[in-house]
């Protein structure tokens, strides 16, 4: 009986490491095996100021590269075969190509899957989605709540995301209570001057357009509505 006792708790001991020998090994293999990180970049234009992601819009050119993390140390790809593809369509393929570059053909998701072939016997692969994004306009005034008590006032356009480098290159089209102003400068500043005697509670509507030279798909808008109060 106390043998049988014995031989039962040297079993389970047993068949314990076991398990714990199995977990060890699978959380070891999974704490090295290898992952690729991906980063992309987008050549639209942004304000200088915007912290965030610049994301690209029609015809946009887009950098993607990776790398291959093992053991917590960066993977030296020159001999592996790597292939690209965006949208399933095979775009690139080289030694060592760990960069890639497109011009998002139109508006929408876009996938963007890299593939490492032979690696220590298997072929790594990773997939992510880029989304082409509309332009956007905003109109930056320095009036809190949109209240105003000077009868002269100054907004900025400051336009994110269009296929460009060079923010002046766009047109910029203003109108203030439906009206152009006298000024026919392409400029993303608007000066106005109301003059003597504005009323309190006068309201100023100012619209904003802005567009591509060349590409007319590439378009965003904006308004803003100001208070005059004394």
Do not use: C
């Not at 001999?79 to 399933?88: K, V």
């Not at 989605?129 to 306009?137: M, Q």
Request: hydrophobic share 40%.
């Amino acid at each position: 009986m106390i043998f049988s006792i014995f031989n039962q708790r040297i079993l389970i001991s047993a068949a314990l490491l076991s398990l714990i020998f199995g977990l060890y090994s699978v959380t070891t293999k999974a704490q090295t095996a290898p992952e690729i990180w991906m980063t992309w970049r987008a050549s639209s234009y942004v304000p200088a100021e915007f912290t965030g992601k610049a994301f690209p819009s029609d015809g946009t050119l887009v950098t993607v590269s990776f790398e291959v993390v093992n053991g917590g140390k960066f993977v030296n790809l020159s001999g592996h075969e790597i292939y690209w593809y965006l949208n399933d369509e095979l775009i690139k393929t080289g030694l060592g190509a760990q960069q890639t570059s497109f011009r998002t053909p139109i508006r929408g998701d876009h996938q963007v899957r890299v593939v490492v072939n032979n690696y220590n016997g298997e072929s790594l692969t990773k997939t992510i989605e880029i989304s082409a994004v509309r332009p956007e306009v905003v109109i930056e005034s320095r009036y809190p709540r949109d209240v105003f008590s000077s009868s002269r006032i100054q907004v900025r356009a400051l336009p994110y995301f269009f296929t460009t480098n060079d923010p002046t290159r766009l047109e910029y089209v203003w109108t203030v209570n439906g009206q152009k102003p006298k000024s026919e400068e392409n400029i993303s500043f608007l000066d106005v001057n109301l003059g003597g005697g504005v009323a309190e509670g006068y309201l100023l509507d100012i619209k904003l357009s802005v567009s591509h030279p060349t590409n007319f798909a590439l378009m965003g808008s904006a308004s803003k509505l100001l208070t005059f109060q004394k």
